[in-house]
């Protein structure tokens, strides 16, 4: 690169480059010093920290190349790179193989493929779903991405493809094909049945087979180049293919270098030589044969050759070679390895033979069918023809083997032309071929140590390729600037024609090889000369080796020089085979097929190119015929002229079409998984002109923008006043101002055009502004964050201090209190000490006083009990007296204040019980007696006080007391015997004084023993003190065990009940699973039921076409489920016998085995069908024989009844003619009273009107329900008359019992007895029983009576008249039963709310009591208050009643007042009879008495039946329907006819009807499928329908949510439980369709709305992309938003609600809804790398936020379709979470529970920095992440499963909605239905 002064800038410190290196080939430096104009050298640092000077070519003053920003590394493109060079293309190519494990990468127009050696699983088929459809740019790159572009260019332009796959030998070219292949057959499928695309792909495994070989670099090298045309009809659907082959190396059947093998075939057949059917070819290990064991390498590494041949074998009959010929090809492949086991020794110099009775040779003659003898001679011999005689040489032991082994390869030349040959018959179709997309698999440059024919050959393809390579890149560039206008420049590429013309131009290398070959004695070295004659001198591009005279070198394009050995040159070249030997094999009478391998030959001298035969097989004469055999040899082609021929064929076909190129890469030699060795990958680039195409893009402008892309990109590098309101004008502006030499970009007109480094420029630029931005960001947040961290600090510090003083000051306080206590302790033990000091002296001295006191109380005393007794006597005589005066006064005084208080309390008792009922009395004796309540509180309170100190004062007194007491007694007693002596002895004082003192001595004494008592107690005190401390310790420390044993206890049973309930979650999720999975599987089979049921329509509508002109051929729906089968048609027994004897002639030539299973299938439906059909004709049967006796029955009984009907009929109507009487009367005297103003509302004649009125008007409709009916019954009288003169029938009371009980039966009498109960309950019919009881005594009179009793039917009559008196007075009875039980409930529940509230006013009384006086009041004021509300609302609740009783009381008065207005207007206005005026007025209220009497059944013709369907389903517009009628209108018509088709119990109706409907819903939506509102209008609908009959079936389960009325309707004739089956599948496959349509209206939303649009304007900034554009961001006109998903699931949302879809289904159909959003938007972000980023990561989240909001509007969070999100929103965040430590990756791995391993490890693998200042994620952080996750059990798929379908249900949903109630709008049709 030349030095360049606008660059300079570039090269600064810190800048990146790089410099070549002899191992990595280029290696990265970064400058460590800037560079200046007119420095000799760079001053660079390595990566690995090594510094070194780069000096710069004195001469070119080259600098290095620069790298790319960062951000740009790893692009999908490499023509986005910045710096578009080889070193970048390496490093870029490296980095997404190494780190990312991505294999392929777009240059520009060519998809570079790397082999990885390694299996992948990113070929699936939900992978090929994925990129179906897609634009190219949008996806990441991948085969399937270039295979989608060529199938959408093909049906767009209509122009056909080609896909040209390259490399070398082990670059996967195979691979790479068969993937595009598979990729058409996947996504375009066939237009037969005879699965063509299957066909296709099944070739590659034959092709394989005997095409593929193990070579050093690949096991599977491709040994031959092959082009395979794909066809496609009108409709682009693969209809046939087309085979051609290039250059087979047949060398390699007789030789294989080293750790070769021969072709894959020979060793398929002899791994499976054990079978039986190879027993007879006689072969035996791969080791035992020549041919198989040169390369001493037969087995491959986890390849099973039996399995494989089996894998052939299958492949083979796909293709229609049958078994006999693919034996016939064994054999021929066998001959060949017995062939090359033959020995062929010298027999002298010139000559050779072959051993007697050679086992190979014999095996060989064996398997083809020749003579051993014939073989022989011509394996060692030679047959020379001069002008005049033919001679037979000899040939030596070389040349023989030699022949032996070009035998050898033309018999493998020919068995491979003829496989291909027949794979191409297999392929093609008679369906015309309307365009084609070619695979080319061809070989790329290839260079060995010894090159030779076969390498010459190779490598003067790729020169011819790569010619057209570089042109059809030079034209697309010349029209994208053409197109955008832009000055185009001639640019310089490297034109390869020079070698070209080397090779294939006249005396070219080709034209003297041809020439050398038709020389008699031509050699290798003479044409060797000549090649250096003609070309050393006069051709740059021809050299000789130096060493060599038997070689040349030819440079090739990229500068590659190949030398070729030019042994073998002529011999390969003109491919001559012993013609006695070919003869001798044709001479074959045993083997034909071998005949007819070489029947080419014969067909090359045919004059007309034809050959006579018929069959395919052609058996050939082998005659000696000179003038063939020289016609023959004249015409025979060489090798080299054959491939350049064919060569140019297919230059014209590539030329022909628009090329798409993959390049194949080998990253190393060594087959290692994901091993890049960089020098490899150089050459291989060099050779396969991915960099030409790199240097032609960089020579003009490589970088392309939008305006909206540069625009949004580059922003931040404009100001406020730049940014104008047109885009391109302010990018012009701008662009102006950043680069100063206009020569580096261009002005399109939809794009900017930039050279190469620009965009780095720009790069640098913005970089530099947003560094600058995030500096001042950075310095303001740090400021706040350091502001914040000082105000924290500095609290702190004030807390501390505060806390520190507080502490301190704690500690003063504290020691000051217990100097304060020591004081006081002192004082208190001084005074302890003085007072019990004080307490001996003063003992002492009291004991010496008692004594002396004690004597002179003692004489006190016997003197006060003296006067104390005597007064005694006085008070008890005193008292006595004075009691019996105080008696008779008391008793006087309690009679008088009896009498007076009774009276005064009879009084008080009426004031009390007047002032009892007000709440003010209330109030105040609640006051009262909460004031006494509180007085007696407080008195309690003193008292306890009181108690407590007395009780104190009590047990001190009582202690010191007992203590005294004792001492005192003891004292006592010794003093009483010391009186006594003192009494007896009064002179011996002195011996008492002295006694006195030894007491004293005595009591000081027993003191000192007290006291050592004492101590001793207190001693012993301390240790029970001490010992009770002890055992209450262990006491609380065992508590504390026992409670720590309690909760571990607690704690254990509270696990294991946790532990039990998982288990039963885990079971019942489990379960739950299972349920759904298996309702999944069932409605999978119901999928592909329907898939088989339209695959047979179409079969008959083919059969239609064929047959149109039979008479009479009609074709029949068969869109009938298994389970509809048993209801279908008569009549369709012998329609589906004739469509699949049709169907039969219309498969002939299709898939065989399907025409088998569907001839099967239709086989066993119509056996099952005619197996029902009898049964249900038998049933048929019977059933019309019960019915016709029960017919029979019916009208012996029915005379009777009407006798009994017309009586009654007669006394209704006279009751009714006398209500009409009073409702005239009324009406006249309201007509009179109407001008006074006497019936005006409010006033009292207008209430006793109004009152009379409806009075009048319930008796009315009673009677008018009952003569209705009556006369309904009396329609049939006629019908019935004829049987009352039958008396044997009527002389039989039984009969008519059983008769009668047949009768309960029918529908019609229901009607009647119900009427007839109604009747009853009137005053007249009461006077029923007495007439009974009549007939009873008429029936005990005598026995010659009862005939005359029984006349007409009496007899019956009365047994019905007992029995409705006994049923009138049983109904009388329940009914005071249930007033009673009634009234008890009602007097029940009012005791118990008594109860209720009597223990509510306990409990607030005793709570009352409980609180303080203050609180008392308040709580009982406030509960006051809280009773005077509630009963004052009750009382408000009561007045709205009534207001609105009377306002609906006042509104009926209004419209009867309005009614007799009008009755009056019309009697007044003409003179008519009593009979009209009475039958008038009654005229308006029949009709809603009509309405009433509607049972909600529709009645219709069988011959309307079509014409409803018609109507009511095929020509229904749901539109209309879901706005202007009831929801699910059609169904409960359809079920309203079914209804009174089970009424009148005809099955064949019902069977019909059910059977038109389901064919019906099935034709429109067959018809009209892709329409949402169609499909969702019909699921609500069968959904409807399906209830209806689930809700009227009977069932308990069904109808304990019905309503009386509701009951009534149930069915009563026919369990439709199989029918509801069959609804329910066909609700399915409506529900399924229903999904599909919104799945494709959906899909193209989803990545546009989800990803692509920037609902945050300015978060995600557009990288640079190169050729194959990214979809825009931008929202432009048609673009899809996320506004625009939303409108259309709220249009979804309210189109189903409009239709009455159920709610549980609405939740269904949105959770799929978001399934499916989820899934499409996660796969589509696992394969594009360009949206795995931050910013998109915030974008996709806030779109789900905006989903959930949706959700939530629409109250739909509960119905699981949040949950469906859940992967998509874990992929949002784990882009925005950190990830580089482990602990971010413990946190990935926490939170990605709902992602797979897969998943997170590729969105890691795609996560791609936006800007400069994002990191992209480590390989190692990636493997931490797969070693945590390393135990998960999940599935490997990458990809969700978009087509997954979650089962649905239909939970009963049953309708409120009365069938009576429903009216037919006259709009749809059905006037010929009629309401029964």
């Known amino acids: 690169m030349n030095m ?37 050298s760079l001053q660079l640092m390595l990566e690995d920290g090594t510094s070194i000077e780069h000096k710069l070519d004195p001469k070119t003053k080259n600098l290095p190349y620069l790298r790319n920003p960062d951000i740009l590394v790893g692009e999908n493109d490499l023509t986005a790179l910045s710096y578009l060079h080889e070193p970048a293309v390496l490093h870029n190519l490296k980095v997404r193989f ?45 085969i399937f991405a270039v295979a989608e572009e060529a199938y959408k260019q093909m049906a767009r332009d209509e122009r056909n493809q080609s896909i040209i796959v390259s490399g070398e030998s082990g670059a996967g070219k195979t691979v790479s094909a068969k993937y595009a292949m598979r990729y058409f057959a996947t996504v375009s499928g066939s237009t037969s049945e005879a699965n063509v695309e299957q066909k296709v792909l099944a070739s590659n495994p034959i092709m394989e087979a005997i095409g593929n070989a193990k070579t050093t670099r690949n096991d599977n090298s491709s040994r031959f180049g092959k082009y395979i045309e794909i066809g496609f009809d009108t409709r682009y659907r693969i209809i046939g293919a087309n085979m051609r082959t290039y250059l087979l190396e047949k060398s390699r059947v007789v030789f294989q270098a080293d750790e070769e093998r021969n072709y894959h075939i020979f060793y398929q057949l002899c791994a499976s030589s054990h079978l039986p059917e190879f027993k007879t070819l006689k072969l035996s290990s791969a080791n035992d044969f020549l041919y198989t064991r040169q390369g001493r390498s037969p087995v491959i590494q986890g390849v099973d050759d039996t399995k494989e041949l089996s894998t052939t074998r299958n492949a083979f009959t796909l293709l229609g070679i049958n078994e006999s010929y693919q034996m016939g090809l064994f054999q021929v492949l066998a001959a060949i390895l017995h062939l090359g086991n033959v020995e062929i020794k010298d027999k002298d110099s010139d000559s050779s033979l072959i051993p007697p009775n050679n086992r190979h040779l014999t095996a060989f003659c064996e398997l083809v069918g020749v003579t051993y003898q014939d073989m022989t001679q011509w394996l060692c011999h030679r047959k020379l023809k001069t002008a005049t005689e033919t001679y037979v040489k000899t040939l030596p032991c070389l040349q023989a083997t030699n022949a032996r082994d070009a035998l050898a390869k033309h018999i493998y030349a020919k068995l491979f032309n003829w496989i291909v040959e027949h794979v191409n018959k297999a392929l093609i179709t008679n ?72 090779i294939e131009a006249k005396m070219g290398i080709l034209d003297l090889l041809d020439e050398e070959c038709k020389m008699p004695k031509g050699s290798d070295d003479s ?14 591009l021809f050299e000789k080796p130096r060493m060599s005279n038997r070689a040349f070198i030819i440079q090739h394009f990229a500068d590659k020089q190949v030398e070729y050995q030019c042994e073998g040159f002529l011999e390969k070249n003109k491919d001559t085979v012993n013609e006695d030997q070919i003869n001798v094999l044709k001479a074959s009478k045993k083997f034909d097929l071998l005949v007819e391998l070489f029947q080419d030959e014969e067909k090359a001298t045919s004059p007309t190119g034809q050959v006579p035969g018929t069959g395919g097989r052609t058996r050939l ?20 002229c054959q491939f350049r021929n064919s060569l140019q064929m297919l230059m014209d076909t590539l030329n022909a079409t628009t090329p798409h190129y993959v ?29 030409e195409t790199i240097r032609i893009s960089a020579a003009g402008f490589p970088s392309r923008w939008t305006y909206q892309e540069f625009f949004s990109r580059y922003r931040v590098l404009m100001k406020q006043k730049d940014v104008l309101s047109d885009k391109k004008l302010t990018c012009r502006n701008v662009l102006e101002k950043l680069v100063e030499d206009q020569d580096k970009y261009q002005f399109g007109k939809t794009k900017i055009f930039f050279r190469a480094g620009q965009v780095a420029y720009l790069e640098k630029l913005r970089a530099d502004k947003l560094r600058v931005a995030c500096i001042r960001i950075q310095k303001t947040i740090r400021c706040w964050l350091a502001r914040k961290k000082y105000l924290r600090k500095r609290s702190a510090a004030i807390t501390i201090q505060r806390f520190t003083r507080g502490y301190q000051a704690r500690c003063l306080a504290k020691f000051m209190r217990r100097t304060q206590a020591a004081t006081i302790i002192q004082k208190y033990q001084r005074m302890y000490m003085e007072r019990k000091r004080y307490k001996q002296k003063q003992a002492a001295a009291l004991v010496m006083q008692t004594i002396l006191r004690a004597y002179m109380a003692r004489q006190k005393y016997q003197g006060l009990v003296r006067e104390h007794n005597a007064v005694i006597i006085q008070k008890r005589v005193r008292g006595w007296l004075a009691r019996c005066w105080y008696k008779r006064c008391l008793v006087s005084l309690v009679y008088l204040q009896c009498c007076f208080r009774r009276m005064k309390a009879r009084r008080e008792l009426k004031k009390l019980k007047i002032e009892a009922r007000s709440v003010e009395h209330f109030k105040k004796l609640n006051k009262g007696m909460e004031n006494k309540i509180m007085q007696l509180q407080r008195r309690i309170d003193e008292q306890s006080k009181d108690n407590r100190s007395i009780n104190e004062k009590l047990v001190s007194l009582e202690t010191s007391s007992t203590a005294e007491r004792e001492r005192m007694r003891g004292e006592l007693s010794r003093l009483r015997g010391v009186e006594e002596d003192a009494k007896n002895k009064g002179n011996q004082v002195t011996s008492l004084l002295e006694q006195l003192e030894k007491l004293r001595k005595e009591l000081s004494s027993t003191q000192k023993e007290k006291k050592t008592i004492e101590d001793w107690a207190q001693t012993y005190r301390d240790e029970m003190e001490k010992m009770v401390s002890e055992l209450k310790d262990q006491n609380c420390s065992l508590k504390k065990e026992k409670d720590d044993l309690n909760r571990l206890i607690q704690e254990q049973s509270q696990q294991m009940t946790e532990k039990m309930a998982r288990a039963i979650v885990e079971k019942t999720q489990q379960l739950e699973t299972d349920l759904n999975e298996e309702r999944s599987r069932y409605q999978n089979l119901l999928t592909e039921h329907r898939r088989l049921e339209e695959k047979y329509d179409d079969l008959k509508e083919a059969m239609v076409s064929s047959n149109v002109s039979k008479p009479g051929h009609r074709r029949t729906d068969s869109t009938h489920s298994s389970n509809e089968s048993e209801y279908t048609y008569n009549s369709e027994y012998a329609e589906l016998e004739e469509g699949s004897r049709a169907a039969e002639d219309v498969t002939r030539g299709m898939d065989t085995s399907l025409t088998l299973k569907l001839q099967k299938r239709l086989t066993e439906l119509e056996q099952e069908k005619q197996s029902l059909r009898n049964e249900l004709e038998n049933r048929e049967d019977q059933f019309q024989r019960a019915r016709a006796r029960d017919d029979v029955e019916f009208k012996k009984a029915r005379g009777a009844e009407l006798e009994y009907e017309s009586l009654k009929r007669q006394e209704l109507e006279s009751e009714n003619k006398k209500l009409k009487h009073d409702l005239v009367e009324i009406r006249r005297s309201l007509l009179g009273n109407a001008a006074t103003g006497a019936g005006a509302p409010g006033s009292p004649a207008y209430k006793v009107v109004l009152e009379q009125l409806n009075a009048s008007c319930e008796e009315l409709e009673v009677r008018k329900e009952e003569v209705l009916i009556l006369r309904s019954q009396l329609v049939s009288q006629k019908e019935a008359m004829h049987h009352k003169d039958e008396k044997e029938t009527m002389t039989e009371p039984s009969a008519y019992v059983e008769d009668v009980s047949k009768l309960k039966d029918a529908g019609e009498l229901k009607q009647a007895y119900i009427g007839l109960k109604d009747t009853n309950r009137s005053p007249r019919f009461m006077r029923k029983p007495l007439e009974v009881s009549d007939l009873l005594s008429r029936l005990r009179s005598a026995a010659p009576d009862f005939h005359k009793l029984n006349e007409d039917g ?41 109860k209720e509230e009597n223990n509510r006013q306990q409990q607030l009384l005793a709570q009352n009591l409980q609180l303080p006086p203050e609180a008392r009041i308040e709580a009982s004021l406030q509960h006051e208050i809280t009773r005077l509300t509630n009963e004052n609302l009750d009382l408000m609740e009561q007045l709205e009643k009534q207001d609105r009783t009377i306002r609906k009381l006042k509104k009926q008065l209004k419209v009867y007042s309005k009614r007799i207005g009008e009755m009056g207007a019309g009697q007044t206005e003409g003179q008519t009879s009593p009979g009209q005026m009475v039958d008038e007025p009654i005229h308006p209220v029949n009709i809603p008495r009509r309405e009433k009497d509607f049972q909600g059944m529709l009645e219709y013709k069988k011959e309307d039946e079509l014409k409803l369907v018609k109507n009511l389903i095929l020509e229904l517009k749901p539109r209309g329907v879901a706005v202007n009628l009831i929801p699910g209108l059609p169904a409960y018509i359809l079920f309203m006819c079914l209804r009174h088709a089970d009424y009148v119990n005809d099955d064949q109706k019902v069977r019909t009807l059910l059977t038109s409907t389901i064919n019906s819903i099935k034709k429109i939506l067959k018809k009209r499928g892709d329409d949402f509102e169609t499909v969702s209008f019909w ?25 009386q009325r509701q009951n009534e309707h149930i069915l009563s004739n026919f369990d439709l439980a199989e029918y509801r089956q069959v609804i329910s599948d066909l609700a399915i496959q409506i529900y399924q369709q229903l999904i599909k349509c919104m799945e494709n209206i959906l899909q193209p939303m989803i990545v546009s709305g989800m990803l692509e649009h920037e609902t945050i304007q300015g978060v995600s900034g557009v990288k640079p992309t190169g050729l194959r554009k990214r979809t825009s961001s931008i929202v432009d006109e048609g673009t899809y938003t996320l506004d625009s998903i939303l409108r259309q699931l709220s249009a979804f949302h309210s189109t189903m609600c409009q239709h009455g879809t159920d709610p549980e289904l609405i939740k269904q159909v949105v959770k799929q809804q978001f399934y499916i959003i989820g899934a499409v938007t996660l796969n589509n972000l696992l394969l594009r790398k360009d949206m795995c980023s931050w910013s998109k990561g915030m974008q996709i989240r806030y779109n789900v936020s905006q989903l959930e909001e949706w959700l939530r509007d629409k109250g739909l969070m509960t119905c699981g379709a949040k949950e469906t999100l859940e992967p998509l929103i874990q992929a949002a965040q784990l882009l925005q979470v950190k990830k580089k430590t482990d602990e971010d990756a413990e946190a990935i791995c926490s939170m990605c529970l709902a992602l797979t391993t897969a998943q997170i490890v590729k969105v890691l693998n795609l996560y791609t920095p936006v800007n400069e200042f994002e990191e992209r994620v480590s390989v190692a952080f990636i493997r931490t992440i797969q070693t945590r996750l390393r135990d998960r059990c999940e599935s490997p798929q990458l990809l969700m499963d978009t087509k997954m379908i979650y089962p649905v249900t239909f939970p009963f949903n049953p309708s409120s909605l009365a069938l009576e109630t429903i009216q037919i709008p006259s709009s749809l049709n059905l006037s010929f239905l009629t309401r029964v």
């Open 621 to 640: 004469s082998i005659k000696p015929d000179k003038g063939r055999d020289k016609s023959s040899k004249e015409h025979k082609k060489t090798v080299g």
């Open 1354 to 1394: 009496e007899l019956w009559l009365v047994n019905q008249g007992l029995k409705e008196t006994i049923r009138l007075l049983e109904h009388q009875l329940q009914t005071q039963r249930r007033g009673y039980d009634s009234e008890v409930e009602s007097l029940r529940g009012e005791l118990q709310n008594v």
């Open 1579 to 1603: 699921l609500s609908n069968t959904c409807r329908f399906l209830h209806c009959l689930k809700q009227y079936s009977g069932d308990e389960a069904f109808i304990k949510h019905n309503t």
């Open 663 to 691: 390049r194949c890469i080998k990253p190393n030699d060594f087959k290692l998984a994901f091993s890049f060795d960089p020098k490899r990958a150089v050459q291989q680039l060099r050779a396969c002109g991915v960099l």
């Open 527 to 540: 044409w060797a000369q000549k090649l250096y004659n003609t070309h050393l001198k006069t051709c740059s």
């Open 431 to 502: 369906i015309k071929q309307h365009s084609f997309i070619g695979v080319l698999d061809i070989y790329g440059f290839e260079t060995f140590e010894i090159n030779s024919f076969e390498q010459f050959c190779i490598n003067y393809a790729n020169e011819k390729l790569q010619q057209q390579f570089n042109m059809h890149v030079f034209k697309l560039e010349q029209e994208e600037y053409m197109k955008e206008q832009i000055p185009w420049t001639l640019i310089d590429f490297y034109d390869n024609q020079p070698c070209i013309n080397l």
């Open 4 to 40: 360049n002064r606008e660059l300079e800038y570039m090269f600064v410190q810190c800048a990146r480059v790089w410099i070549p290196d002899a191992e990595e080939v280029w290696k990265s430096a970064e400058l460590t010093k800037d560079f200046k104009n007119g420095d000799a």
């Open 98 to 142: 190494i780190d990312s494990k991505l294999i392929y990468t777009y240059c520009g127009i060519v998809l570079v493929a790397i082999n990885p050696y390694e299996t992948l699983g990113i070929y699936g088929t939900d992978i090929i779903n994925a990129y179906s459809g897609q634009n190219m740019g949008d996806m990441d790159p991948h």
